[in-house]
Structures are given as C-alpha cells and as structure tokens.
Nanobody, 122 residues
Framework: QAQLVESGGGLVQAGGSLRLSCAASGRTFSRYAMGWFRQAPGKEREFVACISWNDITLYDDSVKGRFAISRDNAKITVYLQMNSLKFEDTAVYYC????????????????WGQGTQVTVSS
C-alpha cells in the first residue's frame, strides 16, 4: 500500500529554518513527481514546490529563493529545506506523489501524506 509520511515540522521563529522530510513506500516512487503543498486555517491547499522524477523543480513565487526541494531516490525520500521563514508560512505541509503528472495543481497528484504542522512565530 502506497504511503507518504511527513516529518520535521515544528515551531520556529521568523527568520529561522526547518527541513521537512517525506518518506515514501509501497510504490516505485523514484519514477513519480513529488510535491509539497500547504494549507493554512480557513484557506485552500496551495502549491509550494515540486520535483520531477529527473530533478526538474518548480516553486511558487512566494517561496522562491527561500525554499529548496530535493529528493533522494535511494532513500525514497523528498525534502523541503525552508529558510528565512515568515509568519505567513505557517500551515500544515503535505507531501504528494504523482504518477503521470506534476506541477502546481492538486489534481496532478495521486497520493498524499497526513501532513506536518509548521508554525512560525513573529
């Protein structure tokens, strides 16, 4: 059974850093596009970043230059390095995997993790 498990969330002061991890199992995720999305209270889930199976990356403008997505296919893990965090980055962060699509739309992804909370204090 396909499973994505996020970790690394927590409470951090504005300007600080966190690294999120997403451990994948149950599928050949090395050939999947992987993405990170986030959802703040009362808001829709929004795109953060994604990486294709051959390491092409895409970022939302709000995180470009501050966040970096990477993947380790040997460990079947995807990372999101978040630097210069802002209060508005506070949200639950979700990892997603897409077999045939990639990009900023939630419909491009087939599997989702349960999410990890990131809270940035101002």
């Amino acid at each position: 059974q396909a499973q994505l498990v996020e970790s690394g969330g927590g409470l951090v002061q504005a300007g600080g850093s966190l690294r999120l991890s997403c451990a994948a199992s149950g599928r050949t995720f090395s050939r999947y596009a992987m993405g990170w999305f986030r959802q703040a209270p009362g808001k829709e889930r929004e795109f953060v970043a994604c990486i294709s199976w051959n390491d092409i990356t895409l970022y939302d403008d709000s995180v470009k230059g501050r966040f970096a997505i990477s993947r380790d296919n040997a460990k079947i893990t995807v990372y999101l390095q978040m630097n210069s965090l802002k209060f508005e980055d506070t949200a639950v962060y979700y990892c997603a995997a897409g077999a045939a699509g990639w990009g900023s739309s939630v419909i491009s992804y087939d599997y989702w993790g349960q999410g990890t909370q990131v809270t940035v204090s101002s």
